[in-house]
């Protein structure tokens, strides 16, 4: 029987509890891309309660033992990826390595720090899924080693359909421990939003780049 069936409410409601998402959806935020967004995550925050980092070390460990069995090694995507890489492995007993966004310009010029050899089977952990792209390198990357990247797993998507697309093209499975949905379904149980507000957060979604205008 899977331990994973609650996860996605209870991380939602993590993160909202210590203010690692925020949303306004009266007064979007504005990414770096330019887009309107009545969401903003900062998975970063989660590393500072032990409780939460802890649920979600947990909750990865328990998805890869059940799904992917086979992972050899753990890798973070640079940088909110790297510890809770780090305190994946631990529980798995698991090499860690961690993937650059790109190869530094000087010394061995490495993109991958730690091992990674030729045909293993890595697990690829992230902390955000917004549209995919650097997620999506950093399996590449492992590829490119001679590696097996078995999937990239994540914290929190916004399941954007850009994202969803961008990964299908790229031949590379996601799975999230929690996302958007689960996070508007328990922010407007909780009293966090009201119903009069949910519309706006579901046209979001649907079409992230007409928002707010």
Not at 13 to 40: D, E, M, N
Not at 77 to 91: D, L
Not at 115 to 135: C, F, H, N, P, W
Not at 177 to 203: D, F, K, P, W
Request: include cysteine; glycine fraction near 6%.
């Amino acid at each position: 029987m899977s331990t994973l069936n609650n996860i996605p409410e209870q991380i939602a409601s993590h993160l909202l509890r210590i203010q690692a998402v925020a949303l306004r959806p009266q007064q979007p935020f504005t990414w770096t891309s330019g887009i309107k967004s009545p969401i903003y995550c900062d998975n970063r925050l989660t590393m500072s309660y032990p409780e939460v980092r802890e649920l979600i070390a947990d909750s990865f460990a328990a998805l890869i033992r059940e799904q992917y069995p086979e992972t050899e090694v753990i890798a973070g995507t640079a940088t909110a990826g790297i510890p809770h890489a780090a305190w994946v492995a631990q529980k798995l007993n698991l090499p860690m390595a961690y993937v650059r966004d790109k190869a530094k310009g000087h010394g061995k010029e490495n993109q991958i720090e730690g091992r990674i050899s030729a045909g293993q089977k890595v697990m690829v952990i992230e902390d955000l899924i917004s549209t995919g792209g650097s997620s999506i390198k950093a399996a590449q990357a492992v590829a490119q080693a001679g590696a097996q990247p078995l999937a990239v797993l994540a914290i929190f998507s916004y399941q954007l359909d850009k994202a969803t697309q961008a990964f299908a093209e790229a031949g590379v499975k996601l799975q999230s421990l929690s996302n958007y949905t689960a996070l508007m379904e328990v922010a407007l149980r909780e009293g966090t939003i009201q119903e009069e507000e949910m519309e706006l957060l579901r046209s979001w979604r649907q079409d992230p780049a007409s928002f707010g205008k």
